[in-house]
């Protein structure tokens, strides 16, 4: 079975700071990763995803994330927070051919002046 | 563009009395979800359509109900609305990124329906 773990769930850093939301996944088979976005009162957005070729992925608004197998980790980074990345953000683990997601609880990002 | 449009975006319904809420989707995509999502919850995913077969997950109640009439839309219904009912519901579509038997089914979301119980 697929699990996903968000580690945090309040992250907190100041406006032009390093982001770094952590995700570790649990899958039986070689697994695809996301990363959603979720404004207040609206749906999720995908950020990025890994779909098992380049281990280091690029997303929108400058976010990037590492697939690492070794460590079962799918941490999301960005190098300078902006105020309009506060949001909730949701790491998600589909089992590699399944159409189904799994989602971690979410961690809610503030960005401060 | 295309996209995954929920309407209503409020829905304010009285306990116990039939709601419906619908789902349509430009993205000609074979799968459609419907997930709730409660305050600073993950989503929680109720069931699925792969084309015209319905996938119920095992804990949803049997008081949400789901229809898929055309490709296009899907419909959520709550026979009889609890106040533990109250939520965002969210509907998502997908297709296989590729060809491969492994393809990614990232999923694509509506902006989502706020259900008030009262």
């Known amino acids: 079975a697929q699990s996903v773990t968000q580690l945090g769930s309040h992250v907190s850093v100041s406006e032009g700071a390093l982001v770094l939301l952590r995700c570790n996944y649990s899958s039986s088979v070689p697994p695809y990763l996301f990363w959603y976005v979720q404004y207040p009162n609206q749906g999720l957005q995908l950020l990025l995803k890994?779909?098992?070729?380049?281990?280091l992925v690029k997303g929108i608004n400058g976010f990037e994330a590492e697939f690492k197998k070794s460590e079962t980790s799918f941490h999301l980074t960005k190098p300078s927070a902006h105020m309009s990345d506060a949001a909730e953000y949701f790491c998600a683990v589909s089992e590699g051919g399944g159409n189904k997601l799994t989602f971690g609880t979410g961690t809610q990002l503030k960005v401060e002046l | 563009d295309a996209m995954v449009i929920q309407n209503p975006r409020y829905q304010v319904t009285q306990f116990g009395k039939p709601v419906t809420l619908s789902c349509s989707q430009t993205l000609n995509h074979n799968v459609m979800y419907w997930y709730q999502q409660k305050s600073s919850q993950a989503p929680k995913l109720l069931f699925h359509?792969?084309?015209?077969?319905?996938?119920n997950e095992a804990d949803t109640p049997d008081n949400f109900q789901s229809r898929r009439p055309n490709t296009s839309f899907c419909f959520l219904d709550i026979r009889s609305p609890g106040l533990g009912d109250a939520a965002m519901y969210l509907c998502a579509t997908s297709r296989p990124a590729g060809l491969a038997a492994y393809s990614s089914y990232e999923q694509y979301f509506g902006p989502g329906t706020r259900l008030t119980v009262t």
């Open positions: 359509y792969y084309d015209k077969d319905f996938n």
């Open positions: 890994y779909t098992s070729a380049a281990t």
